[in-house]
């Protein structure tokens, strides 16, 4: 089969590899319609997570069921399929609590695992003809109508960006009438925005230094901040004075709920070019109001090979603890519990609640995927979430 491959920092390739097949009595086989590339392949496009050489990418997959193994209960040949990127096994003591991005199964040398991801597992990526999907019965989630139809790039962010997105609101509280600051207009931040929309915040701030992704943004009903036009922080205070805050509640200036849909990789705002780590944390404890909360979805990794001038290759990182504690901010981080969330969230897409679809920018086919991670790598041309169609 053919398959996104990593060769080195910025080096991708289409290359033959062995077909992916049925392992365990558990799996089933994957005939791939659309593969999404996300921020998250690029922290390893970087060069930056510790990939190895020859790992097969991709962990957004959307397909059809081509083959079952012998233990395989609920899925069936035929059946359409989301597989949501943080696989896991459905039973153990974590995925009963619906924490399935801590499965006890999935990984031997740890907890949690994804397709196509460094330090997460052996699972091969999802960036190709066909995809094995381990434990089946918990991770298909299938999908009515037919490949390639008018909801193929809304189901695809299902695997991803919008469950994490969803996460993200979850994290950082947002419930109907919350004010909400999403740093970060990637698929991620758009779709965490469009969320905070959907759950009944009242105002929803996005803040990103790329115009197409803010246009995105005003497009989902949001207000677009550019890092262009000076610090955030005091642009979306000043906005929020100046639209008339209550009297006696002007001291709520800030926003209830903020979100990191940036990570570690977070750009220096100023000359937003190179790397400042705490960048967005640091905006983000200035702008919260007290007693708010923060959901950190930008992903922080554990190891970096080349950490910015005042990151560590550890992930360490210096926090403004000070004004968090003081202020009494509740903090959620970490990946999204997709056990709990993808389900419904694919019915708010079947009833036509929800369009998150209307991220996806780009399609190609997989043997365009080098050109097309160069362009997302920089941000430029517009990308914000390419798919791949096999
Ligand atoms: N928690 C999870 O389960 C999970 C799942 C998927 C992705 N992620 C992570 O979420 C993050 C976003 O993913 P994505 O696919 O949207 O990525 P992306 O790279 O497309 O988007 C990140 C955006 O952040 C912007 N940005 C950079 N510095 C900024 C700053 N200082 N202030 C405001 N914006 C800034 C960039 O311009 C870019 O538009 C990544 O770190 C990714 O790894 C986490
Ligand atoms: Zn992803
Ligand atoms: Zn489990």
Known sequence: ???????????????????????DPTDVLVRITSSAICGSDLHMYD??????????????PLGTVVETGPGVQMVRAGDRV??????????????????SAACLRVRPDGFGAAYGY????PYTGAQADLLRVP???????????????????DFVTLADAFVTGWHATELAGVRPGRTV????????????????????????????????RLEKAAEAACVPVSVADGDPVEQIRDRRRRAGLPRGEEPFDGVDCGIDAVGFQALDRDGFAAEKPSQVLDDLARLVNQAG???????YAGKDLHPAPE?????????????????????????????RYTVPLRDLIVSGRARPGFVVTHHAPLEQAPALYEEFDRRAAGVIKPVLNP
């Not at 398959?3 to 392992?23: L, N, S």
């Not at 459905?90 to 009963?96: H, I, R």
């Not at 207009?185 to 965490?192: C, E, Q």
């Open 1 to 23: 089969m053919r398959a996104v491959v990593y060769q080195g920092a910025r080096d991708v390739a289409v290359k033959e590899v062995p077909d992916a097949d049925i392992k």
């Open 47 to 60: 060069g930056r997570t510790g990939a190895e050489p020859g790992l097969v990418l991709g962990h957004e």
């Open 82 to 99: 989301v597989l949501p990127t943080h696989l896991f096994c459905g039973l153990c003591a974590a995925c009963a609590r619906g924490l």
């Open 118 to 121: 460094a330090g997460m597992g």
């Open 135 to 153: 434990y089946a019965d918990a991770n298909c989630v299938r999908l009515p109508g037919e490949p390639g139809d008018e909801r193929e790039d």
């Open 181 to 212: 600051a999403v740093f970060g207009a990637g698929p991620v931040g758009l779709l965490a925005a469009y969320s905070a929309r959907l759950r009944g915040a009242a105002e929803v701030y996005v803040v990103d230094g790329v115009p197409e």
């Open 293 to 299: 909360r923060l959901g950190i979805a930008g992903v």
């Open 311 to 339: 990151g560590h290759s550890d992930g360490a990182l210096r926090l403004p603890w000070g004004t968090l504690w003081g202020k009494g901010v509740t903090i959620g981080t970490g990946r999204t519990h997709d056990r």
